[in-house]
């Protein structure tokens, strides 16, 4: 028997050592070395028996790839995310927070595509008592829908080429474990493997599999960083807890854009669909209250309208606190630089608190003139137009620079009834259509917060 080798990788920058340490030498991150183990080619293996179970060759015209092959979700949300719908031979990594809602939307998947397609959900965290009671209560209940709760990843495979469903559902990868590797389940050894394995019977049965991922405590997907970049499309739930709101990102999409995100609201039915997010995110604001303004992000091909809430208060420590929620830490103690230096608006004896209502993380530079008019707005006192929407990004001289598809913002904020847009002066220039809505073209922040505030 031949023996099995250790070793140790570090799943931050991927560094191999021969020994665990607590700090990895290469990249310097702490307790990010998990064990590996090495798995010898099995006895009699060689090269033409593994090229023997490769696919037919075939030439790029012989391949079909018609979009009519996808599995349309039933949800144009998630629709949206996965660039159309779900392609037959794809591995789906769905990651987020626990209790977030990944087992739900899968379960609501189930319900909407059984019509015309079967479908094996395999559960390695709850029992088929549990995810009965969980599919009565979303309102599951097609007969098309096969249920097993196992951990062992070769038994999974198993019932894949036994059943041959239309789409598989693995909840959770961390929960799987293959007999023949010595090591806990959620290793990285062991994630990796089941992945592969998974990977493996997609491609040749051209089933399309959902993992579901979980993630550790600084938000990253567990298990080794390679498990990203072998399947086709990561998805990752955002939002708070505490917040109805889902936000689904596409962080990889090798069939579709990696900028689109789908909305959803979690309610005692399971997710619902937002299809207007601009209205539902601005739905009870405030109105005549000084810190707030709404700008227009985009999110792939999609604009949202997010208002940004700013409050300045005076500190009761030696150093002032800095707050964001919603938006970059560091890119808001900029803006704040730039508005002492270049406007002379003094925040050194003041804490500041910006947080982005609705649980959208604001990560565009267009945000960046949102929050600079929200900051002054509260410092002086001073309300912000309800039907006023602002976009722009601030440069370090006090610029405002021009920013991407202004003509799809500015559709956005007529559709919703705004009649004042703040803008980058050179995005006039640009727009091949004549607006609604009174534009206001600036050119530095100054004349920005003049011409809101006065």
């Avoid at 037919?56 to 719908?85: P, W």
């Avoid at 630089?337 to 500041?352: H, I, M, P």
Wanted: charged share 20%.
């Amino acid at each position: 028997m031949a023996k099995t080798k250790t070793y140790y990788v570090c799943t931050e920058c991927g560094s191999i050592q021969p020994r665990w340490m607590g700090k990895c030498p290469e990249c310097n991150s702490w307790n990010t070395l998990e064990e590996n183990v090495e798995i010898p080619a099995a006895k009699g293996a060689s090269p033409s028996s593994a090229a023997a179970s490769v696919t037919a060759i075939r030439t790029l015209k012989e391949i079909d790839s018609s979009e009519e092959n996808r599995y349309t979700t039933g949800m144009s949300e998630l629709n949206r995310v996965l660039g159309g719908g779900i392609v037959p031979g794809s591995v789906i990594l769905l990651s987020g927070d626990p209790g977030i809602g990944k087992s739900t939307l899968l379960l609501q998947i189930c319900q909407s595509i059984s019509d015309n397609a079967s479908i094996l959900y395999i559960s390695g965290e709850e029992s088929l008592r549990q995810i009965k009671l969980r599919a009565t209560r979303l309102g599951v209940l097609t007969e098309n829908l096969h249920l097993g709760a196992t951990t062992n990843i070769e038994s999974v495979i198993e019932a894949i080429h036994q059943l041959k469903p239309n789409i598989v559902m693995i909840d959770s990868i961390q929960t799987m474990n293959h007999s023949a590797i010595n090591s806990s389940p959620g290793s990285v050894t062991q994630v990796r493997e089941c992945t592969q394995l998974l990977i493996n019977a997609a491609k040749t049965m051209e089933i399309p599999i959902f993992i579901v991922g979980h993630v550790n405590k600084d938000g990253n997907i567990a298990g080794p960083k390679v498990m990203e970049h072998m399947v086709d499309a990561v998805l990752y739930f955002e939002g708070e807890r505490n917040l109805s709101y889902r936000i689904l990102r596409a962080i990889k999409n090798r069939y579709g854009s990696t900028n689109e995100i789908g909305v959803f609201e979690m309610q005692e039915g399971g997710l619902v669909e937002v299809k207007n997010p601009s209205m539902a995110l601005l739905e009870g604001r405030p109105q005549n209250v000084s810190g707030t303004c709404v700008s227009c992000v985009m999110e792939g091909s999609r604009p949202i309208l997010a208002e940004v809430q700013a409050l300045v208060s005076k500190t009761g420590f030696s150093a002032p606190r800095r707050t964001a929620t919603g938006f970059d830490y560091n890119r808001a103690a900029l803006i704040i630089a730039v508005l002492e230096k270049r406007c002379g608006y003094f925040f050194g004896n003041l804490d500041a608190y910006i947080n982005v209502v609705g649980g959208l993380r604001l990560d565009e530079p267009a945000a960046d003139l949102a929050i600079a008019l929200s900051l002054t707005s509260n410092l002086l006192d001073r309300p912000i137009s309800d039907d006023i929407v602002v976009f722009g990004e601030i440069g370090l001289a006090g610029e405002i620079r021009a920013t991407n598809r202004a003509a799809a913002r500015i559709k956005e904020a007529e559709r919703l009834g705004f009649k004042h847009c703040l803008l980058p002066k050179q995005c006039l220039s640009s727009l091949n259509f004549e607006p609604k809505i009174h534009l206001i073209g600036v050119s530095s922040l100054t004349q920005a917060i003049q011409s809101v505030l006065g």
